[in-house]
């Protein structure tokens, strides 16, 4: 017998999320290529990227959670996950 396996709804969640997030750095992307042709200078893109982040963070979650996404991303960082040399294989 040949059955299909669906995946289960938390896989399906995961590759939503997997999808958006490609897209949101997608535009994410076209906004930094925009402000670069613009003459603005990469560190302040990404002091603005950072700020509206931060505040965006602590509306939806409040400080708490800004602070836990924050300490989430130091790990990150120290891991090497956000390193331009990073090697994905």
Known sequence: ???IVE???NEIDDMIVHEKMQAALEYQNEAWADGMAD???PEII???AIALAMRETIRIHGEDGAEAMLESLRARM???EFSPARIIQ
Request: charged share 25%.
């Open 1 to 3: 017998m040949n059955m």
């Open 7 to 9: 995946p289960r709804r």
């Open 46 to 48: 990404a002091d603005a």
């Open 39 to 41: 003459g603005i200078e």
């Open 78 to 80: 120290l891991a090497g």
